[in-house]
């Protein structure tokens, strides 16, 4: 699965912006099947959970500071995961990167290394 992310911007504190991670390739079909997470990392640190959707979209996780602000959502018909974002602070300013693996366990889900396949990532800056 070749993952592709889009959507980021510059925004405003206060501000929404909607990512999207499409998905393609020889497996594509089978999307549903992958859990799917997105991940950030801002300059200078290391790379963090955000939220993610489990296999056939069963579950969500959050990370605290996002919790109520974000929502991760998919249409497994478009082979497309998005994260809504909303209320954007200064300090989600980062690399915004889309992961999906076939054999994520929930208790993995917030793990990187539990993903096999990334996106490039898209940058979100967030003004203050």
């Known amino acids: 699965v070749q993952l592709q992310a889009s959507g980021g911007g510059l925004v405003q504190a206060g501000g929404s912006l909607r990512l999207s991670c499409a998905a393609s390739g020889r497996t594509f079909s089978r999307y549903a099947m992958y859990a799917v997470g997105w991940f950030r990392q801002a300059p200078g640190k290391e790379r963090e959970f955000v939220a993610a959707s489990g296999r056939s979209g069963g579950s969500t996780s959050y990370r605290d500071s996002v919790r109520g602000r974000f929502t991760i959502s998919r249409d497994n018909a478009k082979n497309t995961v998005y994260l809504q974002m909303n209320s954007l602070k200064a300090e989600d300013t980062a690399v915004y990167y889309c992961?999906?693996?076939?054999?994520?366990?929930?208790?993995?889900?917030?793990?990187?290394?539990?993903?096999?396949?990334w996106g490039q990532g898209t940058l979100v800056t967030v003004s203050s």
């Open positions: 992961a999906a693996g076939n054999s994520v366990i929930l208790s993995m889900i917030k793990n990187p290394s539990a993903y096999s396949n």
